[in-house]
């Protein structure tokens, strides 16, 4: 249930086949992140955008590829060779797009021609998310760095906070845990807190919906 709800949150289409070929305006954490990707590109600059759903690469990939005539790489699990994807990502001039899940690209890799990052979907430990932010955050990095995190709020049907906005409460205290105490991150533990507070709130009949 957790999954299938920041699955749809991130893109319908991602769950329902049907709905892949959405309008970004009816996927409103989509348009959010067009607005952002049309910043960058009128300046000329590139972005990272993380997230660990495969499928939401593909859809993402495919609609990227066709609004601003570009090649999107794309780095997740399955890529054999990340420093080449990086390296010639690094070298190309002007705008650009690459696509990368949180944990296939968190670690061992520089992509400082790159200037902005978004974590389109949540990591479940903050201390993989800020790896994965650090590889904009390399020496040779000459702009200051963007970091967007895009989180759908709906106060008229969650009061409460949707499943995105309590994630994000929950891993913020974490963060901030983190910064004072050593301690392990169990993602299970954070799951659990969050499928909690969903329970209480009723969260499930978003997928009644779909």
Do not use: C
Request: aromatic residues 8%.
């Amino acid at each position: 249930m957790l999954m299938s709800l920041r699955q749809l949150y991130g893109h319908p289409g991602v769950i329902i086949q049907q709905y892949e070929s959405l309008d970004a305006r009816e996927v409103p954490k989509l348009e959010k992140l067009l607005e952002i990707i049309e910043i960058v590109r009128n300046r000329n600059e590139k972005i990272l955008i993380f997230t660990e759903f495969r499928k939401l690469h593909s859809i993402l990939k495919r609609l990227f590829m066709q609004k601003y005539g570009i090649s999107v790489p794309v780095i997740d699990g399955d890529t054999k060779n990340r420093q080449g994807v990086v390296k010639m990502f690094n070298e190309s001039p002007g705008f650009g797009i690459l696509l990368l899940s949180q944990k296939a690209a968190g670690v061992g890799l520089t992509i400082t021609s790159a200037n902005h990052v978004v974590h389109y979907t949540r990591w479940w430990n903050p201390a993989v998310e800020n790896q994965a932010t650090d590889r904009a955050y390399r020496i040779g990095q000459k702009k200051d760095v963007h970091v967007y995190l895009i989180i759908t709020t709906d106060e008229q049907n969650f009061p409460n906070g949707t499943v995105e906005e309590i994630m994000h409460e929950l891993l913020e205290s974490k963060r901030e845990l983190a910064e004072n105490v050593i301690i392990p991150f169990s993602m299970s533990e954070i799951q659990r807190e969050l499928a909690e507070k969903m329970i209480v709130q009723k969260e499930k009949i978003l997928l009644e919906k779909y």
